[in-house]
């Protein structure tokens, strides 16, 4: 049996985006869904919103995406052709302006907050931001509440040891708010903060690892079985 990685190395990326990035396509008749989709899409969502690429994997280069709602319980799985694509933001362009961030209308929040500390840090790997924070500042909908998490992408495509990120472990414990912190590698992606735990007592400590084939429990997350 392929592992993830081979699966991912042969047919992964095809259509260039990447789980997280949020992509607007040219109108609502470029979703594809295997159901019917929802009632709460014709009033939560229009063309004018970007839909979320999410993991999952189509044979025919199509890509998995996923619309968002008003609220965390309305979600909708959907399918688009690349060529129906018109824009694409990546997480990373989400922080790569402090000044807008300053003055986005969500600047008062807390996520946003521990995002303008975050981009005075020197980071060694690139990153970005996801979640609802990512979500409101991409489109200003107030879809943050009080409590949100601050979710972000960490790339790191080379192998690396739980030591490596201790420091970065210190400055998220350090934001005005709790913090998620995804892990990508080539072959998917991990929770931080599960993988530094599971490594206190084990060096080899397992993690699961989300592909696009599906959750692989590995001990190691840049060339899993």
Not at 162 to 181: E, Q
Request: charged share 25%; with cysteine; hydrophobic share 40%.
């Amino acid at each position: 049996m392929k592992s993830a990685g081979q699966l991912l190395r042969e047919h992964g990326g095809r259509h260039g985006c990447r789980p997280h990035d949020l992509i607007r396509v040219n109108g609502a008749d470029a979703l594809q869904s295997y159901a019917p989709l929802p009632d709460w899409v014709g009033d939560a969502w229009h063309p004018g919103l970007p839909l979320v690429v999410r993991r999952d994997f189509s044979a025919d280069g199509l890509i998995p995406a996923g619309i968002r709602g008003n609220t965390r319980a309305e979600r909708a799985a959907v399918w688009v052709a690349p060529d129906s694509v018109i824009e694409t933001v990546t997480p990373e362009a989400l922080v790569d302006d402090a000044g807008k961030l300053a003055a986005s209308p969500f600047a008062g929040t807390r996520p946003v907050q521990a995002l303008l500390r975050l981009v005075r840090q020197a980071i060694p790997w690139r990153w970005g931001v996801t979640g609802s924070c990512g979500y409101a500042l991409a489109t200003g909908k107030a879809v943050m509440h009080a409590d949100s998490d601050l979710d972000i992408l960490v790339r790191c495509p080379e192998p690396a040891k739980p030591a490596d990120f201790a420091g970065l472990a210190d400055i998220m414990a350090s934001l005005p708010c709790r913090t998620d912190v995804q892990i990508e590698t080539p072959a998917g992606a991990f929770a931080l903060k599960e993988w530094l735990r599971e490594c206190r007592n084990n060096p080899r400590g397992r993690i699961l690892l989300k592909t696009d084939f599906g959750p692989v429990l590995t001990d190691d997350p840049w060339q899993p079985e």
